[in-house]
């Protein structure tokens, strides 16, 4: 389950990431177009965009991470519940 919940928030960490190197390297970044990003000698322009784009999965995926983790949540208090109640 912790699994599913770090799959599900990876689009965000690649948003944050896209938008820390951007800003560290001086580089404009939107979702409209491919801006150029050259950093030694590296154009990592195209990168940093599919990066910040895939943000838009977590339209998907954060809904899915919230009910996973509510699933965890209510597992782990069942079983500490159950542990209880045997002692």
Request: with cysteine; hydrophobic share 50%.
């Amino acid at each position: 389950m912790i699994a599913i919940i770090a799959l599900c928030l990876y689009p965000a960490y690649l948003v944050y990431w896209a938008s820390s190197f951007a800003d560290e390297h001086g580089c404009k970044l939107h979702e409209g177009f491919v801006n150029p990003c050259v950093v030694n000698a590296h154009d990592y322009g195209e990168q940093l965009y599919n990066s910040f784009a895939s943000g838009w999965f977590m339209i998907i995926t954060v809904p899915v991470a919230t009910v996973t983790l509510l699933v965890l949540l209510k597992s782990s208090l069942l079983s500490i519940f159950r542990a209880l109640r045997r002692h």
